[in-house]
């Protein structure tokens, strides 16, 4: 069984992400620099019982792995950001 803990390492708090959460209906996520976008899909569905309808990932200067997320429209990532405590 894949640890999912393993792959999404936490929640990214920035002003900027404030404006994804509320306009696009996206979340940050800091995750594990080997994950790739259907591990991360699989793991954020099932950690928080989501739709996923698209992921990008970017490797940041400081060397971690970013996974922006869009959230079907029937999920509300402003929902999902109250449950983790980041809004």
Same mark, same amino acid.
Request: glycine share 2%; no cysteine; aromatic share 8%.
């Given at each position: 069984?894949v640890?999912?803990y393993?792959?999404?390492k936490?929640? /990214?708090?920035?002003?900027n992400?404030?404006?994804?959460?509320?306009?696009?209906?996206?979340?940050?996520?800091?995750?594990?620099?080997? %994950?790739?976008k259907?591990?991360?899909?699989? %793991?954020?569905?099932?950690?928080?019982?989501?739709?996923i309808?698209?992921?990008?990932?970017?490797i940041?200067?400081?060397?971690e792995?970013?996974?922006?997320v869009? /959230?079907?429209p029937?999920?509300? %990532?402003?929902? /999902? %950001?109250?449950?983790?405590g980041?809004?």
């Amino acid at each position: 069984m894949v640890n999912y803990y393993a792959i999404i390492k936490k929640p /990214l708090v920035t002003e900027n992400t404030f404006d994804l959460i509320e306009d696009q209906n996206k979340l940050v996520f800091i995750v594990e620099r080997s %994950a790739n976008k259907f591990q991360i899909k699989q %793991a954020i569905e099932n950690l928080y019982s989501v739709k996923i309808i698209k992921i990008n990932t970017l490797i940041t200067p400081s060397g971690e792995k970013k996974a922006l997320v869009k /959230l079907h429209p029937n999920d509300s %990532a402003a929902d /999902l %950001a109250i449950k983790l405590g980041i809004f």
